[in-house]
């Protein structure tokens, strides 16, 4: 069974700049994550989908991070503008359900703001 | 604010002694479950334990979890230096949509 895949798996860039994370979960995993991950702490939820909607978003900084599940597949993560305080591992998790057993994680992207 | 709460934040043994790590939470859960991430990867499951479970076993893997406590233990036994690596208890809680990440336990094994 192949994992989660993300990409890409580092970035630099200069605050105020935009970036993207992109998110393939494991096929037929119908719950998707986006963690934020600081260096030194335990990972941060962002964003939870079920297949293409939003479950929970609560802790997503709405002014500046978006993110979108099309067809209940495929996820991206976007920063716009980026601040220092970004600077983190953003971590994307699948599973089948909520209560079905543990997530699957990518290896992250490691973003650096400059 | 994050929902379980690891201890000891380190831990440094030799190669075959056992290491516990603890974890406490605060709300009433379904169930809590056991990570493992390795030094710029990501998050492996390793196991997880229901609210009606008292005590779990994977490999050289035990977990107990107490509800009326609030707390759940992680036992490696013997353990090697591949289980160098930092361990995160999480929780879903109960009528909720969320899991919930504690801060970690930071387990070095010397060889």
């Known amino acids: 069974e192949a994992g989660v895949a993300q990409s890409p798996r580092y970035k630099i860039i200069e605050k105020r700049q935009s970036v993207a994370f992109w998110c393939n979960p494991i096929s037929g995993h119908a719950t998707l994550y986006w963690y934020q991950q600081i260096l030194g702490q335990g990972p941060k939820l962002l964003i939870q989908f079920q297949n293409n909607g939003v479950v929970d978003d609560s802790q997503l900084p709405k002014d500046r991070f978006s993110a979108e599940r099309l067809k209940g597949v495929d996820s991206t993560l976007k920063i716009q503008p980026a601040k220092l305080e970004d600077s983190a591992v953003y971590l994307c998790?699948?599973?089948?359900?909520?209560?079905?057993?543990?997530?699957?994680f990518g290896s992250g992207t490691r973003l650096t703001v400059v | 604010s994050q929902q379980g709460e690891e201890d000891p934040q380190a831990l440094s043994i030799q190669e075959g002694e056992n290491a516990t790590m603890n974890c406490s939470y605060k709300?009433?859960?379904?169930?809590l479950q056991w990570y493992r991430q390795n030094s710029g990867r990501g998050l492996v499951h390793l196991i997880l334990i229901r609210s009606n479970e008292r005590e779990k076993h994977s490999g050289r893997l035990r977990v107990t979890l107490d509800t009326s406590k609030k707390s759940s233990s992680l036992l490696i036994t013997a353990s090697r230096a591949a289980d160098t690596a930092s361990y995160f208890c999480a929780t879903d809680e109960t009528g909720g949509f969320k899991t919930i990440f504690g801060a970690g336990t930071r387990l070095f094994v010397k060889a």
């Open positions: 709300t009433s859960i379904n169930n």
């Open positions: 998790a699948s599973s089948l359900g909520r209560g079905q057993g543990g997530y699957t």
